[in-house]
Structure formats: structure tokens, C-alpha cells
Nanobody
Framework: QVQLVESGGSLVQPGGSLRLSCVASISNFRFYTMGWYRQAPGKERELVADILSGGSTNYVDSVKGRFTISRDNAKNTVSLQMNSLKPEDTAIYYC?????????WGQGTQVTVSS
């Protein structure tokens, strides 16, 4: 049974930083594309960043230069370092794993950016 467990969400002031982590119980983790999505109240879920099995990364324009996605294949972990946080980054952040036609979601972790 595949499980993705996120951690690291919290309340943070504007300009602050958070690091989200996702531990995946997946065989052959290194072959999966891993990503972080977010969903704010009243909005659709959007891709924030992903990292391919080969290490290439993609970011939504609104987080470029502020967020960094990384993976540790030895620990089956993907992380999202978030700096210079803004109120508009407030959302539930979901970890996602994809390989071929298979996709898996975590339960989400809440990030709130507010003074």
C-alpha cells in the first residue's frame, strides 16, 4: 500500500521560511516523478513544483526564486524549501508521486502565512 506522509506545515509570518517534507512508502521511489501541489480556499489545486526521476525541476512562476524542491532517493523523501513566504502562499500543500499511469496523493499539510 502506497503512503505519502507530509510534514512541516505551520503558521508563519510574511517573509518567513518553511520546509515541507514528504516520506513515501513506494518501491523504486527513484523512478517516480515527485511533486508538490497546493490548494487555497475557493481555488483549484495547482502544481507548485515537481522533480523528475533524473533530477530536473519545474516551478510555477509565482514561486520561482523563492521555493526549492529536492529529493533524497536513499530516504524516499521529497522536500520543498519555501523562503520569502507571502500571504498568497497560504494553502494546503499536497505531496504527489507519479509513474506512468499511477499517481498517489498525500493527505496534505496546512501552510498559513499571516502576521
Amino acid at each position: 500500500q502506497v503512503q505519502l506522509v507530509e510534514s512541516g506545515g505551520s503558521l508563519v509570518q510574511p517573509g518567513g521560511s518553511l520546509r515541507l517534507s514528504c516520506v513515501a512508502s513506494i518501491s523504486n521511489f527513484r523512478f517516480y516523478t515527485m511533486g508538490w501541489y497546493r490548494q487555497a480556499p475557493g481555488k483549484e489545486r495547482e502544481l507548485v513544483a515537481d522533480i523528475l526521476s533524473g533530477g530536473s525541476t519545474n516551478y510555477v512562476d509565482s514561486v520561482k526564486g523563492r521555493f526549492t524542491i529536492s529529493r533524497d532517493n536513499a530516504k524516499n523523501t521529497v522536500s520543498l524549501q519555501m523562503n520569502s513566504l507571502k500571504p498568497e502562499d497560504t494553502a494546503i500543500y499536497y505531496c504527489y508521486a507519479a509513474r506512468g499511469a499511477s499517481g498517489y496523493w498525500g493527505q496534505g499539510t496546512q501552510v498559513t502565512v499571516s502576521s
